[in-house]
């Protein structure tokens, strides 16, 4: 009886911590599919604005000599306009669905809606509320907590944005380092 009682004890053990594992990979799964289709949705809008449209940045205080401290900055990488996009860029996420790698039972969130209405592949994605709620969550987290650093790295052109920021910055795709590009 006693041998019986630490085995289920020991196989209880082993259950909880292969749980706590496959939860981990779900949690960093969705934070960093999240992530990636923030900055994906973030490109895309910036590239929606004309590239002539600029802002007036600066003091709008009248210097002694007369003249003011005002520039002006293309609009589609202002402060003003970046901020904007961040509190209603999660609302896309309601375009995404959830595909999950056969071999690795890994997640991956998808566009189900294309930007400019071509034909899709969905086979193996799921959509329905839960993750399109799930995701807009995450996504509305990540906004908030990492704003600075989505406007630093958007107000300026920078290459590799997704893993500058979702990788290296915030450690939110860190499993992600190993998987080649084009799978991300």
């Known amino acids: ?22 939860l981990a990979w779900s949690s960093q799964d969705l934070h960093c599919g999240a992530c990636r289709a923030l900055v994906d949705e973030l490109e895309w809008e910036i590239s929606q604005v004309d590239p002539k449209k600029t802002i007036q940045m600066g003091s709008f205080r009248i210097n002694p000599d007369g003249s003011q401290s005002v520039v002006e900055v293309p609009y589609a990488r202002s402060e003003a306009h970046l901020t904007e996009l961040l509190e209603r860029v999660c609302e896309k996420m309601k375009e995404y669905g959830e595909k999950v790698d056969p071999s690795t039972h890994r997640k991956s969130y998808v566009r189900v809606i294309s930007h400019d209405g071509t034909k899709m592949d969905l086979s193996g994605t799921k959509m329905d509320g839960d993750v399109t709620s799930r995701l807009k969550f995450a996504c509305e987290s990540i906004a908030e907590e990492y704003e600075d650093e989505l406007i630093e790295f958007f107000s300026r ?10 990788s290296k910055r915030t450690d939110l795709c860190d499993h992600a380092l190993n998987i080649p590009h084009d799978e991300l």
Not at 157 to 166: A, F, M, S, W, Y
């Open 1 to 22: 009886m006693n041998g019986w009682v630490s085995h289920t004890l020991c196989l209880s053990v082993i259950l909880v911590s292969l749980l706590n594992n496959v």
């Open 157 to 166: 052109e920078t290459d590799n944005i997704k893993d500058r920021l979702c």
